[in-house]
């Protein structure tokens, strides 16, 4: 059973650094390559990156969740206190994904429009690139950290578990 755990952890883990790691450096990037800006102009390029991103949320939701509930179930399982560092972070990604993705990809949804319509003034368009290329700035340093601490988090996860003096885990003869 806490092998089939320690597993699960693992895998979702695993899963979200590996795509976290693919949209960061692989899709991201392609979405504004020269071959595809050939095939579609940026507008379209930047609506897609927008849908892929909105999925992304989700699935980081759905992975950061997952995380922590099976350290809650470990908690409960093996009475092992996790260690509070690890709560943090997991805090914190989670934190970072709502964030990201209520806040960040909203606004900068919302300027992409305004850079974009075909109504608004050369002035309106050139503020809206302006704040557009900040706030993207700052989800693309919330993205890294997310990413450096999904590895951490992976690197934990994937150490031998100290045994604490004193502490009487399933399976331990004392």
Known sequence: ??????????????????????????????????????????????????????SFFEFQLVCSWLAAVLVLVDWATTGRLPRRWVLGLLGLLLALVLVGGTVLQPKLRRLHAVMYAPNTSLVQKEEAGSLFRRWHGVSQVGNLIVLAGVALYFWTLASPVPVRPGMMYPGRVA
């Open 1 to 54: 059973m806490l092998q089939a755990m320690r597993f699960s952890s693992l895998l979702i883990v695993a899963v979200w650094l590996g795509a976290t790691v693919f949209l960061t450096f692989g899709a991201g990037p392609a979405f504004f390559s020269p071959a595809v800006l050939e095939v579609i102009p940026r507008y379209h390029a930047g609506r897609v990156a927008q849908v892929v991103l909105d």
